[in-house]
Structures are given as C-alpha cells and as structure tokens.
C-alpha cells in the first residue's frame, strides 16, 4: 500500500497564501510523477499543477505565475506554494502520486484532501 497525507488547507483572505504538502509512504521503490488536483462544489476535478521526478513541471493556466509547485525526492514529498490567492481558488485540494512499489507494480495513489477556502 502507498499512502499519501496532505496538510496545509485553511481559511485565507483575497490575496494572501498557503503552502500545502503531501507526503507519500509505504511500499514505494520509485515516484515518477507528484502532482495537485482540486475539486469545487459542483464541479469536475481538475489538475491544478503537476511534476515529474526529474522537476518538469506542468500547471493549469488559471495558476500560472501564482502557484509553485516543488518536490523533495528523499522525502518522497510534494509541495504546492500558492500566492495571491482569489476565491475561485477555493476547493478541496487533492495530492496524486504515480510510481512503482517495491514488488514492481504500478501504483497510483490519491490523498484524503485538504480544504482551501479563500474569502472575499
């Protein structure tokens, strides 16, 4: 089993920031890809930011230039910095890693979720 434990949601105004983490453990022999999705009420998940094991990333448009994500590799943790944060940034955010245990399977795992809440 791969587990994934998210921290870091709250309660924040119009433009200000919070920094979530996912930190993933169990049976993993190597994380290919770390990304963070969210979901608002009614409405699909969507991929907010994503990055590969080698530091590519990849973001939603509607982020750009205002979140950051970053990985530590020996921690197997992801990070998601976001600033200047607006309401329609409110959701529950989810972590996603994708690799392969130690018995050689594929494995993709998804955290609990956090919630983001930004006031107007």
């Known amino acids: 089993q791969v587990q994934l434990v998210e921290s870091g949601g709250g309660l924040v105004q119009t433009g200000g920031s919070l920094r979530l983490s996912c930190a993933a453990s169990?049976?993993?022999?190597?994380?290919?890809?770390m990304g963070w999705y969210r979901q608002a009420p009614g409405k699909q998940r969507e991929l907010v930011a994503s990055?590969?094991?080698?530091?590519?990333?990849n973001y939603a448009d509607s982020v750009k230039g205002r979140f950051t994500i970053s990985r530590d590799n020996a921690k197997n943790t992801v990070y998601l910095q976001m600033n200047r944060l607006k309401p329609e940034d409110t959701a529950v955010y989810y972590c996603?890693?994708?690799?392969?245990?130690?018995?050689?399977?594929?494995?993709?795992?998804w955290g609990q979720g956090t919630q983001v809440t930004v006031s107007s």
């Open positions: 996603n890693a994708a690799g392969i245990r130690t018995t050689g399977r594929l494995f993709s795992s």
């Open positions: 169990g049976n993993i022999f190597s994380i290919n890809a």
């Open positions: 990055i590969s094991s080698g530091g590519m990333t």
